[in-house]
């Protein structure tokens, strides 16, 4: 019994020779003096702790015990686990339960753990990370608990990015063969293990963040790179989730859309989180962005319950189409269009544009709406005018912005297309207002209509006007 003491003392110094060797790498090919010495101690330890009745955990014992095992950073690694949990059983023996060789035994854990990330090995991985999670929960430890949680995170985002990169290149074979057989092609959903991976990560991220929150004066950086992390983790999941619910309203599949409403929940969950997140860090551009998802996941929604039918689905139709207005007005709050950075100023033309589209796609544009509408009052109008109203706020957002002809960067590419995205909606919009004021007899207002879309042709021709 007064020898377990020494015993335990010697088996973390092994541990501790271990982690430092895997620290320097550690992949000799042929052992020098340091390792040498170290593997004698493991050596020596075994066969006296072996003789005692103290046996490493099953897994280890291979690794432990193998006079031939490799001098690799994993390795070395798992030596020093192993090392770690025999001091944790002699300690156990004589009553001691020191906190420090727990997480000893967590960093070692933690360590194997991202080792496995980095060799693919994402099963091996996660069990390391769980393990390392509870010993430093045992040893009291919030922030080194709080960073296996994000390394926890990276393997669901590696996970998720596995299933992405299979979906990408099933699809490019498969739309390969549609497209050239004349096929009207949609982008593939999303698969459910990716959303469940993505949505594993941003739990994991969401417990980190959680877990340092109360020590974030002590740990400002790894908070604040830590919400960051979350706050992507969150739009990443809340915009895979979109893109389904969007791609199963353009089948307009009923099965799809009963899979859909639950994923509709999960979405404005995420995207609010996200848009809380950024407005905590800042991070204003982000916070927009965030806003104008969540209204045009509501008019995604909107239009999805209108195409239902019934009175019901009118009622809901209505609801979400207030919720996204809320969301769109708080995009296009004052600070994104006022004194506005150019990203803000971008995202402000493209809410515009989601709602001009929106009213117009809703107006039943088209030469029978118009015959309708003569009799049907002035909805029909009201929608076209309100659509006509933001399409032309953001024309008039990026009136005078730059775009390089030719080698222009990825903003000038997105001010061009915005600003041609809007101008076809603007068209289209007075075309069908120009019918409808013409049925309902309003000869005036027509004239004015048709002066504006003269307007609009000679402008879209002549690039100095823009």
């Not at 690694?77 to 156990?92: P, T």
């Not at 060789?101 to 099963?123: D, I, K, S, Y």
């Not at 990276?154 to 739309?175: E, G, I, M, N, P």
């Not at 239009?303 to 969301?327: I, K, P, Y």
Request: aromatic letters at 4%; proline letters at 3%; a positive charge.
């Amino acid at each position: 019994v007064r020898s377990l003491p020494i015993l335990a003392q010697l088996a973390q110094q092994a541990g501790d020779t271990w982690m430092r060797l895997s620290e320097a790498g550690g992949d000799a090919a042929s052992p020098a003096s340091e390792p040498a010495q170290a593997s004698a101690l493991r050596d020596w330890l075994s066969d006296t702790l072996t003789a005692g009745g103290v046996a490493p955990l099953p897994s280890l014992a291979g690794a432990l015990g193998s006079e031939t095992a490799a001098l690799s950073r994993a390795g070395n690694v798992q030596d020093a686990c192993g090392c770690y949990y025999w001091a944790l059983r002699l300690s156990d023996k004589v009553g001691a339960d020191p906190p420090a060789l727990v997480r000893r035994l967590g960093g070692g854990l933690n360590q194997r753990g991202r080792l496995a990330l980095v060799a693919g090995e994402l099963r091996a991985a996660e069990a390391s990370f769980r393990d390392a999670f509870a010993a430093f929960s045992h040893a009291s430890d919030p922030v080194n608990a709080a960073l296996v949680l994000v390394n926890h995170a990276t393997v669901c985002r590696s996970r998720a990015r596995s299933k992405q990169r299979a979906r990408s290149s099933c699809r490019s074979a498969t739309l390969q063969a549609l497209v050239a057989a004349g096929a009207a092609v949609l982008e593939e959903v999303p698969s459910a293990e990716e959303v469940e991976q993505l949505a594993e990560a941003a739990r994991q991220q969401r417990r980190a963040v959680d877990a340092i929150r109360p020590l974030r004066g002590a740990q400002p950086s790894f908070y604040l790179a830590s919400v960051r992390q979350l706050a992507d983790d969150e739009r990443e999941l809340g915009l895979t989730l979109l893109a389904a619910i969007e791609r199963s309203a353009e089948r307009g599949a009923e099965r799809g859309a009963e899979r859909a409403e639950p994923a509709f929940g999960r979405a404005a969950e995420s995207l609010g989180r996200a848009q809380a997140l950024n407005e905590e860090l800042g991070e204003a551009a982000r916070a927009q962005e965030m806003a104008r998802w969540q209204g045009f996941l509501y008019l995604v929604g909107a239009r999805r319950e209108r195409g239902g039918g019934g009175g019901r689905g009118r009622t809901t139709a209505s609801s979400r189409l207030t919720l996204a207005l809320r969301h769109y007005d708080r995009a296009l709050s004052p600070p994104a269009e006022g004194s506005a950075s150019a990203a803000m100023e971008e995202c402000a033309a493209a809410c515009r544009l989601d709602l001009a589209t929106f009213y117009l796609s809703s107006s039943g544009a088209g030469a029978g709406a118009t015959a309708a509408a003569g009799t049907a009052g002035g909805g029909h109008r009201a929608r076209l005018e309100s659509g006509l109203t933001h399409a032309r706020a953001g024309l008039s957002l990026l009136q005078g912005r730059p775009v390089a002809s030719g080698g222009g960067d990825a903003d000038d590419s997105l001010v061009a297309s915005l600003r041609r995205d809007l101008a076809d909606a603007a068209e289209r919009l007075l075309r069908e207002l120009i019918r409808a004021t013409a049925v309902a007899g309003n000869s005036s207002r027509a004239e004015t209509l048709k002066e504006e879309y003269r307007a609009l042709l000679s402008s879209r021709t002549d690039p100095k006007s823009r």
